[in-house]
């Protein structure tokens, strides 16, 4: 037996400094020898750890395998039948936490980099357009309905065509795939290239797409039903806002994560004075929050022009629910971290925009309901710091116009839609997971609920149960 | 995309426009919006739905050229398209018998009053309309909303037409004369503002239809939030029509200010090109 290989293949990156004053992609991906290479580390295993950590329990030896063999096209076909976004998912798949954490080389420290080799594999597939090959599916003359395209609807739309119905996804916006689309930017997740290629896959496989259908005000989820659709499946998302409901909030400036990214993503302000919406960014802008919305805001301020971005978070950095790697990149590119830090006002200018920020700092008291140390304010520690901008990333919340519109749709006290694992809601024909059932979570477990969903639509709908 | 089916200035840069968007005329009641892109490139603007015809299954919008958006869609000809239209959005007006009812337009802000006053008049309310520009010719819609009123009554801020002076000049002498149990107010922000002045004291329900920046009008962007009452409100999903006694008008008219001179860049390098 050949001794362990544990060096890790290193993906190439745009250097920390120049990559910071660009919108091009931070993360290269591996070169073909890269790959074989690290597939070659890969053991194989019978019983395969990392596929029990990834949430959709992607068959990673198996693809990994194709890669050895130099079979990329059965590779792409082998991820794809557990994974219709294998690009995406490889960009921007928390893969220390799950199946990197699972790989028995991560007890020797290296594990295999699955995420970047699904990154390969993906862009691969887009490449050398290597398309589904649907002539096997049998047609089972019946219409569903997939209101948003977010990634959680987009695999429940892909799953369903595969199995021979006939899908129709709304979209609220003018384009397509939810926060892939308006949320995380361009350096991270390459629109025109990537997510616009995985969609125009699922066209290819017969998903049909409308978008500016606003569900609940165009037309509601009873209606469509009653239209023939066989079954909806609601999967809108987490998009609405929190703000902290401090003085200063709505000076001029302050923004939400969304609005900022969505004036750089999807009304393209990266383009500067070349896109139709502006956004004014200034010389020191203060994002507050630690998940990967405020890093992706942090990194974009930085490339619009910011000369100083402050990342305000109120735990430590072992708290920080973002992304590992993105955390690592945000600090190579000279985000400066204000740990243990919570904004108590926004002070303005005679104009109305803003001009500071003061904050109080904290430490880590006791474990609170989460199992995380609570923060708690330090007496007169107090302080004031100037800014031109800032933009608010604390969270999200349900976006209520579904629920409000879809009469017996149940929903938790935060306004949550209430499905099962299945996505079964507490209405026939009706299903709902996502962003909009679990709260703001991650690509891969909306994947995963769209995928279960899409499976018991089929049961249900073919009799079985 | 979205065909423009006729176009028509009704006074000088006001244009009204005929779509054809068959699901949204099917839907639209009273004081529904709808967000568009006038092309691929475009921002997206939020205008009400001005009326609807469900049968040919378009809708009217009435705009004010004020920045290159609405320029663009100005350019837009007769039988081409408009590329993108969401809708209809935000909460139809609440309508009841109140009794007797004034409602308010200023400048363009005439074109939301329109559907609203139908609305309320075909439900029975006494309707007292006070409409207001700047001088005869912005004066926009007339003839519509004549036959809905009981009475109407002018304000220019030159006298070419009506009283000289504000609506709320009009507005002080009716409330002096007549019990009156609401007003709707829509129009420049300044406008709303002394109009809820006015009628604070009086504690007479006073609405008004917000119309701060928009991006996405479904919930997302947070940018359209007022502060009502003293709380955040997202005039897209919550609005956009709201108690005028318990608006910030400050916040909203700084607020829409905030990109000005960025706008005024993009109107410019439009000129030039
Ligand atoms: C800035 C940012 C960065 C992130 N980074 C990561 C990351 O690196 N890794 C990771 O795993 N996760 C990340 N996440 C989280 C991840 O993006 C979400 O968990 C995931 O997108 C949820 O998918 P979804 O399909 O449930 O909803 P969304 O992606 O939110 O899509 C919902 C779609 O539904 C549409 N919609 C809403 N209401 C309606 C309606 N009434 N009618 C029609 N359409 C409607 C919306 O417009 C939207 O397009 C990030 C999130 C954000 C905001
Ligand atoms: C719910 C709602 C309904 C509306 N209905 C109508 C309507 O029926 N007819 C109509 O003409 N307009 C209406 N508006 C206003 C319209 O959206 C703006 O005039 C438009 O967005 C301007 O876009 P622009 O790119 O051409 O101008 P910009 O370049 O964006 O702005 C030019 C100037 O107009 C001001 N401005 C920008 N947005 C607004 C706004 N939302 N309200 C007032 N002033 C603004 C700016 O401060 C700037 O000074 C409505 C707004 C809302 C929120
Ligand atoms: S989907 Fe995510 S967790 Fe699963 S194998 Fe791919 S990178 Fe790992
Ligand atoms: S656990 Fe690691 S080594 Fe084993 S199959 Fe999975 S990726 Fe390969
Ligand atoms: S316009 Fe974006 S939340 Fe209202």
Redesign the pocket.
């Known amino acids: 037996m050949s001794p362990l290989n544990l060096n890790r293949e290193k993906m190439p990156s745009q250097e920390p400094l120049v990559r910071a004053r660009n919108f091009e992609e931070v993360n290269l991906g591996l070169s073909p020898e890269q790959a074989r290479r690290e597939a070659e580390?890969?053991?194989?295993?019978k019983k395969?750890?990392?596929?029990t950590g990834c949430p959709v329990h992607i068959n990673?030896?198996h693809f990994?395998q194709a890669i050895l063999e130099n079979h990329e096209d059965e590779a792409v076909r082998r991820i794809r039948t557990d994974n219709s976004l294998p690009a995406i998912c490889g960009r921007v798949c928390p893969q220390e936490t799950q199946?990197?954490e699972?790989?028995?080389?991560?007890k020797k420290g290296a594990?295999?980099a699955?995420g970047a080799l699904e990154r390969y594999v993906g862009d691969y597939a887009i490449r050398a357009c290597v398309l589904p090959d649907m002539s096997r599916v049998v047609s089972q003359n019946k219409k569903i309905a997939v209101v948003g395209s977010g990634p959680s609807g987009l695999t429940c739309a892909g799953e369903l065509v595969k199995l021979g119905y006939q899908v129709t996804v709304f979209e609220a916006l003018h384009e397509l795939g939810g926060v892939l689309a308006y949320g995380i930017p361009e350096f991270r997740l390459p629109k025109e290239m990537i997510v616009r290629c995985e969609i125009d896959t699922l066209r290819h496989m017969g998903v049909e797409f409308i978008t500016n259908a606003v569900i609940g005000k165009l037309n509601t989820v009873p209606e469509l039903l009653a239209a023939g659709f066989a079954a909806v499946y609601v999967a809108t998302g987490a998009g609405y806002p929190s703000f902290m409901n401090i003085p200063g909030e709505d000076l001029n400036y302050v923004y939400s994560a969304n609005e900022f990214l969505t004036r750089v993503n999807l009304m393209q302000a990266f383009k500067g004075e070349a896109s139709a919406t502006p956004l004014v960014v200034g010389k020191r802008v203060a994002v507050i929050g630690g998940g990967n919305t405020a890093l992706d805001a942090a990194r974009s301020a930085l490339r619009l022009g910011a000369e100083k971005v402050f990342l305000v978070y109120r735990r430590s950095e072992a708290e920080m629910p973002g992304r590992l790697e993105e955390i690592h990149h945000a600090q190579e590119e000279g985000i400066d971290f204000q740990l243990l830090t919570l904004p108590l006002e926004y002070l303005g200018k005679e104009d109305g925009s803003v001009r500071a920020m003061r904050c109080v700092r904290m430490e880590l008291g006791e474990p609170d309901a989460s199992g995380r140390r609570k923060p708690v304010p330090i007496a007169d520690s107090e302080f004031e710091f100037q800014i031109d901008s800032a933009v608010v990333a604390i969270g999200t919340q349900a976006n209520p116009i579904i629920a409000q519109t879809t009469p017996g749709l149940q929903t938790n006290p935060r306004g949550y839609i209430v499905a099962n694992e299945s996505g079964e809601t507490s209405l026939p024909r009706v299903y709902a997971g996502g962003d909009i059932v679990s709260g703001a979570a991650t690509v891969i477990l909306a994947m995963g609920a769209g995928r279960h969903a899409a499976q018991k639509i089929h049961a249900a709908l073919s009799g079985e149960i | 995309m979205f065909e423009l089916l006729a176009k028509r200035l009704i006074a000088p840069q006001v244009w009204r426009f005929t779509l054809r968007a068959p699901g949204l005329a099917a839907k639209r009641q009273a004081g529904h919006f709808l967000i568009l892109r006038p092309t691929a490139d475009s921002e997206r603007i939020p205008l009400t739905i001005v009326s609807s015809d469900p049968v040919a299954g378009s809708v009217d919008i009435i705009f004010q050229v004020v920045g290159a958006t609405t320029r663009a869609l100005a350019a837009i000809p007769e039988g081409g398209t408009i590329h993108d239209v969401a809708g209809p959005l935000g909460h139809p007006t609440h309508i009841e018998n109140y009794g007797t009812a004034v409602m308010i337009g200023g400048g363009v802000g005439i074109a939301p009053l329109l559907p609203i006053a139908q609305a309320f008049h075909a439900q029975g309310n006494r309707l007292l309309t006070i409409l207001g520009g700047r001088s005869q010719e912005f004066l926009i819609l007339e003839d519509d909303l004549k036959p809905v009123s009981d009475s109407l009554l002018i304000a220019t801020d030159d006298g070419s037409r009506g009283q000289k002076g504000l609506v709320t000049d009009v507005l002080r002498t009716l409330l002096e004369k007549e019990k009156i149990n609401l007003v709707m107010a829509i129009g420049p922000v300044v406008m709303m503002k002394a109009v809820a002045e006015m009628t604070r004291p009086l504690k007479i329900k006073t609405m008004v239809s917000l119309n701060p920046l928009m991006i996405d009008g479904t919930g997302m962007c947070g940018v359209c939030r007022c502060k009502v009452a003293g709380k955040t409100r997202f005039a897209c999903v919550e609005g956009p029509e709201f108690d005028a006694h318990e608006v910030d008008f400050d916040s909203i008219r700084r607020r829409l200010g905030m990109f000005k001179a960025e706008e005024r860049k993009r109107m410019d390098a439009g000129k030039v090109a």
Do not use: W, Y
């Open positions: 580390r890969c053991l194989l295993c395969p750890t990392c596929v990673i030896p990994i199946c990197e699972a790989c028995v080389l991560n594990p295999v699955i």
